[in-house]
């Protein structure tokens, strides 16, 4: 059967409208009604459920989403809220992407990083039918302020027009996604923004496990610039250098001009370790943004620690590649 068409709009309560176009997309009976949390919300932090989605209906449109190559998830309703609240919302629908498929890719298109409806619009028209365009209405209830900003989500804030994040970004996955998509979230500037992508070069990796089964250095550059790329509208570029992590200072460390960092709780440290280098070359500290560790289910990328990882897809892979090797030999 050929994959369900893609939706306009998926508002509050789990149900998507026609395109005018193309056949509306409605999620599966029995989706959690508005303000009454299922099972599986307690999650991160919440923030889905407190914007009246349920993790469970994000994720059964994930997977009716699953066949196509990008899904393209508008999020609006969050114009106003500040990075704290968009790192929450972000974390929740890649805790969804990662029950249904860690590796899909998910592009987060969010109003702060130049998506209006006239971009979105630009969009559905260009992106081919391998590809799927969802909105998801994430407005608060009138007189619910969680996360938002007087003035607007710049009102008071500095701004960063160069943002540093760093991975190995090997078999992209939804922690990286996570990262990648937080980076082009923080960084707000109408002045040449720029995401630096550190990305973990050779010799830092002769120690990983399935060392053979990493990606190249050129594949998992491109994989990442091109995923933060997909996170702008043409009308709202943001530049991406990407460079190798080696064992010598990462640029956050020694770029004076640098604004800000995105790490995950799994190398926080390192992001300590980043500012005390500043501190000591006598250079401002940056602004840390830090996200959390996606969980997985039991299946693919899931190590045994629970969460998502590089890692566990490589042995993923690597026992498949065992399995198809004694079926040769069989």
């Known amino acids: 059967a050929p994959a369900p068409a893609p939706a306009r709009r998926a508002p509050r309560g789990g149900r998507a409208e026609r395109t005018g176009r193309r056949a509306p997309r409605r999620l599966p009976d029995g ?17 889905l459920q407190r914007r009246g989605v349920s993790k469970d209906d994000l994720a059964a449109l994930l997977e009716i989403s699953r066949p196509c190559d990008t899904l393209y998830l508008h999020l ?65 209830e009138e007189g619910d302020a969680t996360g938002e900003t007087r003035g607007g989500a710049d009102a008071g804030d500095e701004t960063v027009d160069k943002t540093s994040v760093g991975g190995t970004f090997d078999r992209m996955h939804v922690g990286h996604r996570l990262l990648l998509a937080t980076a082009s979230a923080v960084t707000r500037s109408r002045d040449a923004p720029t995401v630096y992508v550190g990305v973990t070069g050779d010799v830092l990796l002769r120690n990983k496990r399935h060392r053979d089964l990493i990606e190249p250095y050129e594949a998992r550059a491109a994989a990442a610039a091109s995923f933060v790329a997909k996170t702008r509208p043409p009308t709202a570029p943001l530049a991406v250098k990407c ?88």
């Open 31 to 47: 989706a959690s009604p508005r303000g009454v949390a299922s099972s599986d919300d307690a999650g991160m932090g919440g923030a």
């Open 76 to 140: 609006t309703g969050l114009a106003r809220v500040d990075d704290d609240e968009i790192v929450a919302v972000l974390e929740d629908v890649y805790e969804c992407v990662a029950r249904v498929d860690p590796s899909a890719e998910v592009v987060p298109l969010l109003e702060r990083c130049g998506w209006d409806a006239d971009a979105v619009m630009a969009l559905e028209d260009r992106i081919g039918d391998e590809d799927h365009l969802v909105t998801l209405s994430l407005e608060l």
């Open 243 to 330: 460079g190798p992590l080696d064992d010598g200072p990462p640029l956050a460390a020694t770029v004076a001009d640098m604004r800000a960092l995105v790490v995950s709780r799994e190398t926080l440290a390192g992001g300590e370790a980043i500012q005390e280098a500043r501190k000591d070359a006598g250079l401002a500290p940056l602004r840390v943004t830090c996200v959390g560790l996606v969980k997985g289910r039991a299946g693919k990328g899931r190590g045994e620690d629970g969460k998502v990882s590089s890692t566990a897809l490589r042995a993923d892979a690597a026992d498949d590649r065992e399995r198809r090797r004694m079926r040769g030999g069989s």
